[in-house]
């Protein structure tokens, strides 16, 4: 059986009269590097923040790692990274280094 690192479930998250993710449904196998792409507005960085706990869905589940996602849990799942951009305060060599040393030590 094929481990998954992220899980979510018919995810949903509603500011005010403004739906930022609409049931999103979605399995990423543990080892595989996935980004998310999409136009402004398309609920990328919602989801992202869903995922991290950084806040709560309007509807839904979402687990990563075998975190399932609460309210008020503060821990996060170890071995979890994030890089929301790339970061234009580093050269283009430490950026590949770095890139290269978080995948070495991807789960």
Known sequence: MKQIAIRAS??????SSVRALN?????????VVFG???PNG?????TI?????????????AEVLGFIHAPMVTKFAPGAALCL???????????????????ASRI
């Open 10 to 15: 018919a995810l949903t998250r509603q500011f």
């Open 23 to 31: 049931d999103l449904t979605i399995e990423v196998p543990a080892g």
């Open 36 to 38: 998310f792409l999409g």
């Open 42 to 46: 398309a609920g990328k960085t919602t």
């Open 49 to 61: 923040r869903l995922l991290l706990n950084l806040i709560e869905p309007t509807s839904g589940s």
């Open 85 to 103: 951009s790339t970061p234009a305060f580093m050269s283009a060599s430490a950026r590949r280094t770095t890139y290269a040393s978080m995948a």
